[in-house]
């Protein structure tokens, strides 16, 4: 008697291992999964897009780590040269065009 309980119970208690094993395995790749598409949209594989409080904050950070004092007019400006349909938000290829140009002013001094 008892050992018939006792095998069931032990097939019951791998069942559920294997259970969270699966579990475990696909949380795991799921979670890769979006590391990965969010790792690959930071290196310019997805459409990055900035929004002009998020551009200003970068701008503010960068001159508070420089020691140099914040022109908010000047970051304005630069957020507006940069965003050619005027719609407050810098997409990829507005910032990839702005890179170019700024590249090529170091290129001609």
Do not use: C, H, P, Y
């Not at 006792?6 to 069942?15: I, P, S």
């Not at 459409?47 to 020691?67: H, L, N, V, Y």
């Amino acid at each position: 008697m008892w050992g018939t309980s006792n095998r069931l119970w032990v097939q019951f208690r791998e069942m559920l291992m294997k259970k969270w094993v699966i579990l475990a395995v696909v949380l795991t790749m799921v979670a890769g999964a979006e590391a990965k598409q969010k790792k690959g949209s930071s290196k310019g594989g997805g459409d990055i897009s900035i929004t002009k409080a998020a551009f200003m904050s970068t701008q503010k950070k960068k001159a508070e780590t420089a020691g140099i004092a914040f022109d908010e007019a000047k970051a304005e400006s630069a957020f507006s040269t940069q965003d050619k349909n005027g719609d407050g938000v810098l997409t990829a290829d507005e910032q990839t065009s702005a890179k170019g140009k700024k590249g090529a002013k170091g290129k001609k001094k």
